[in-house]
Each structure stands twice: as structure tokens, then as C-alpha cells.
């Protein structure tokens, strides 16, 4: 998973990031504090989504999940209308704070290990109210690598020898994960 993030394209455009993650999180701020101004929470998620699409053109997935969930729990305060509900701006408060930790942990030599950001997505879950998140959403293992190609060719099995087949193969893959979770 992690560990092998090119900081190059970031490092490229992590000012702007920052500054339009500081934006939005001011325009949140200022429309919490007078609802009726509803051109803030316009200005937040317009700022919020120059933040989310730089997050996507540098690869950050598992960051990219959660800017897509903050996005969502900006669209629906707009959607609703008047005062934000004090446990959703405190959710998108921690999602900006979080972001911008995350941006500069990786950009201090840190690995991309985006499940650290899973209480931060827990709650911008919760108070969207679309019930329980699961950390495999900020999951995205690097699956370029190829699997060796095989020693023998695939051979049919019949069906009375197939349970065997599975209870040994299940032991392989259960001995094979816990030496690797072991180092």
C-alpha cells in the first residue's frame, strides 16, 4: 500500500492546495456564523472542490475517499439550508485540519498510509447520517505488481477431491499471511 508515493507532483501543487483548503474553511465558517449569507457555503464547496480535484491528479486515493465525503457534507448544508448542525461543521473542521496534517506527514518523508484518516472519515460518515463507515474505503492497495506465473499448469479436480484441495490451500494462504503480517 503506502510507502513508495511520488512526493514530486505534490510538492507541485500543495499550495494551492493549502490555500484553497483555507479558503473553504473560512467561507464554512463565515456562513455558520450567518446562515443567511448563503453564498459562503457556495464559495466553500467551490474552494473545497480545487482542493479535492488537486488531491485526485496527484494519486492520493484513500485522501481522495474522504475529499469526496466533505464534498458531500458541504452539498447537503447547502442543501438544508440555514444553520449548519454543529456536529457536521465540527466534522468538516477536522476533515481540513486532517488533510492538511496528512499533506504535510507525506511531504516530511512519511509513508501513504490513508487509513490513519479513518476517525476523520468515521465522522464525516456520521454526520452525513449515511451510517457506519468501514476503514476498506480508504483502502487502495497498489495492485500493479504481476503474479509469478505458474510452476505447473491449472489441472481439474474432481469434485470429491475438492474440499481437501480447499482446506489446504486456505492453510497456505493463513501460514503465508501470518509470516507476512509477522514482519
Keep these: 500500500m503506502g510507502g513508495e508515493f511520488d512526493i ?20 464554512l465558517r ?8 448563503s453564498n459562503q457555503i457556495k464559495f466553500a464547496q467551490t474552494h473545497f472542490h480545487q482542493a ?23 452539498a447537503e448544508i447547502e442543501k438544508a439550508g440555514g ?6 461543521v465540527k466534522a468538516a473542521e477536522g ?11 507525506l511531504l516530511s518523508g512519511g509513508e501513504n498510509q490513508p487509513l490513519v484518516l479513518f476517525a476523520v472519515y468515521r465522522d464525516l460518515v456520521a454526520a452525513r447520517g449515511k451510517g457506519q463507515a468501514d476503514p ?16 505447473k ?3 481439474a479436480l474432481a469434485p470429491e477431491a ?4 480447499y482446506r489446504d490451500q486456505r492453510g497456505r494462504y493463513q501460514r503465508g499471511l501470518l509470516k507476512w503480517i509477522k514482519k
Design 8 to 27: 514530486g507532483p505534490l510538492t507541485w501543487v500543495r499550495g494551492e492546495i493549502d490555500q484553497a483548503l483555507e479558503r473553504s474553511r473560512a467561507s
Design 30 to 37: 463565515a456562513y455558520a456564523a450567518n446562515p443567511a449569507d
Design 52 to 74: 479535492h480535484g488537486a488531491l485526485q491528479i496527484v494519486g492520493l486515493d484513500g485522501v481522495t475517499r474522504l475529499s469526496e465525503e466533505l464534498e458531500g457534507l458541504l
Design 83 to 88: 444553520p449548519p448542525a454543529p456536529e457536521a
Design 95 to 105: 476533515a481540513y485540519a486532517a488533510v492538511s496534517a496528512y499533506l504535510d506527514q
Design 136 to 151: 476498506i474505503d480508504l483502502y487502495f492497495p497498489d495492485m500493479s505488481p504481476r503474479p509469478p506465473r505458474r510452476d
Design 153 to 155: 499448469p491449472l489441472t
Design 162 to 165: 475438492l474440499a481437501a484441495f
